[in-house]
């Protein structure tokens, strides 16, 4: 959850790659771009086991002709980085499918709950704006870090439950008001409280084990969507 700089140089190579890769991506195959924090890119884990790839793995045995296109995300970025910095290389991937899952920076970095919904709601209305239909977008709630060995770094005293689930509340009006599809992670990841195998060495971020479990929430949703 520690904060992550993306320079201008990093920011136009990646452009540059998406750029080349709608060049050769498979013709009719559907293109699929991530956008979040480090929850996205699964920090500390191969990204072989991160569940984006994951998911666009299981999808493509499943019938579903699809691409992970781009997976911008980054370690430590609230709402605003993402606006900022990954929907660039959102727009640049020609995206027909996307998920997000972002917020935790936000109630950990203090942005508060007004800033959050504001800058949410731009997000969610930018990306769908690039993408075929409002389906296309599935939301994914924050899961709850409380049961991480080493959350109280990142809680500062506070209810980490109580915070997260606030956020994910706001998460879930947006997405209701847009008329997005939600999987809701909050409740399996209180499933992990003395288990440390289902986290990293950091003692915070999720370990492969847990980003399975968590695949095995989106993906069926993510199918129904695609098979409309």
């Known amino acids: 959850m520690l904060p992550e700089k993306m320079g201008t140089r990093l920011c136009l190579t990646v452009l540059f790659l998406i750029s080349l890769n709608s060049v050769t991506a498979q013709a009719g195959s559907i293109r699929y771009v991530a956008i ?5 890119i ?3 884990v191969a990204k072989t086991d991160c569940w984006p790839t994951l998911l666009t793995k299981n999808l493509a045995a499943a019938g579903i ?5 781009a997976n911008p995300a980054r370690t430590g970025w609230r709402v605003q980085e993402a606006i900022e910095n990954e929907l660039p ?3 640049a991937a020609n995206p027909e499918f996307a998920t997000l899952l972002i917020g935790v920076n936000d109630w950990v970095r203090g942005s508060g709950r007004k800033k959050f ?6 997000l969610m209305d930018r990306m769908l704006a690039k993408l075929p239909t409002a389906d296309r977008l599935l939301v994914i709630t924050i899961p709850d870090f409380s049961c991480a060995p080493e959350s109280e770094r990142y809680g500062y005293g506070r209810n980490i439950a109580k915070g997260i689930s606030a956020y994910n509340n706001i998460i879930k009006g947006q997405a209701k008001k847009r008329g997005l599809p939600v999987v809701d992670l909050f409740p399996l990841s209180q499933k992990f409280c ?3 195998e289902m986290f990293v060495e950091d003692g915070i971020h999720p370990s492969a084990k847990q980003y399975a479990l968590w695949e ?9 969507i695609l098979n409309r």
């Open 36 to 40: 979040g924090d480090s929850y996205t």
């Open 42 to 44: 699964c920090e500390g």
């Open 65 to 69: 002709e699809i691409e992970l296109a």
């Open 89 to 91: 290389v959102f727009a």
């Open 117 to 122: 919904t504001a800058q949410l709601g731009i």
């Open 194 to 196: 003395d288990r440390p």
């Open 216 to 224: 095995g929430l989106i993906f069926p949703q993510a199918l129904k």
